[in-house]
């Protein structure tokens, strides 16, 4: 039975002593299943400037289809910017301010489940937050971003890829504010193993830019195709094709002045991936002596 206790709040002010904060679906610590019919909710109240990332536990899943999630599903709403539903495997999943989260804010993470499918072993969520000090001024002015702040990341897809989703913004994106200039961010996508690999982009994304030019602010594949800008909501990339074993691409972001300053929401990605099995087969032969 869902226990209404499951609902909790933290506090990230300026006494924030810098210690992991989890927040487990119930059964997890005893290791069972989550029951069914639960709408669970954490609060994360955020007082003080800082920036705050919330992971998941490797074996964490959810039941559910990643990109349907109708079912049993996390969904983070408030000032982290997303309202995509989250299923599957959460492995990959991870949300964070990728600079100074202003103080004030708060969002929630929700936890639903239903009798509609199965139960699964459910998740434990790990959360940090760094904080920022800060002056006294007269004056009072809202964090921003000052500076591209990207981090070049690297996924790998071989045998162990726990399925889920995996998922890569621009600077800015979960902290609701548009991107900066000057950024060349770079996602390489290393698959070891035979897989089906698609990309796709929240349907809020949009850079700065008219499609078909796209020469200022754009995201581009190395394996192909065009540079993108405008809406990014209908671009995929591969379209279900099967990706061989010991490929490799990148997906680069860039933004620059050119344009004159002009700058917008920018984009989440997200890459599913399923994995090939590959199989073995032994070849035998009989030999027949004729006396």
């Known amino acids: 039975v869902c226990n209404p206790s499951c609902n909790q709040t933290v506090l990230i002010d300026n006494n924030w002593m810098g210690s992991l904060f989890t927040w487990n679906s119930l059964g997890w610590d005893a290791g069972l ?35 349907s999630c109708t079912g049993d599903n996390i969904i983070y709403e408030g000032a982290i910017n997303s309202t995509r539903k ?16 202003p103080g004030n804010k708060s969002f929630t993470v929700t936890f639903t489940s239903t ?4 139960t699964n072993v459910g998740f434990s969520l790990m959360l940090t937050a760094v904080l920022f000090t800060t002056t006294t001024s007269t004056t009072t002015t809202t964090p921003e971003i000052a500076q591209c702040d990207c981090i070049n990341t690297t996924v790998v897809i071989d045998s ?69 800008c405008g809406s990014l909501s209908y671009v995929t990339h591969p379209s279900t094709n099967i990706v061989p074993a010991n490929t490799t691409f990148t997906v680069t972001f860039t933004s620059t002045d050119a344009d004159g300053g002009l700058t917008d929401s920018g984009f989440e990605l997200i890459l599913t991936a399923i994995i090939f099995a590959t199989t073995t087969s032994t070849t035998s032969s009989t030999t027949t002596t004729v006396a």
């Open 86 to 101: 989250h299923c599957g495997s959460l492995a990959y999943l991870t949300h964070s301010t990728n600079n100074m989260f």
């Open 160 to 228: 162990s890829w726990p399925g889920g989703e995996f998922y890569w913004a621009t600077p800015g994106w979960y902290d609701a504010l548009d991107y900066p200039e000057n950024c060349i961010c770079i996602l390489t996508v290393e698959i070891l193993t035979t897989a089906e690999v698609n990309i796709t982009f929240d349907p809020l994304s949009v850079l700065a830019g008219t499609p078909g030019e796209c020469n200022d602010d754009n995201v581009k594949f190395s394996n192909g195709g065009p540079s993108f």
């Open 33 to 67: 299943n989550y029951p069914d019919n639960c709408v669970c909710i954490l609060t994360v109240d955020i007082t003080a400037t800082a920036t705050v990332t919330t992971t998941f536990n490797v074996t964490s899943m959810v039941t559910g289809a990643p990109g």
């Open 115 to 118: 009798n509609l499918d199965e």
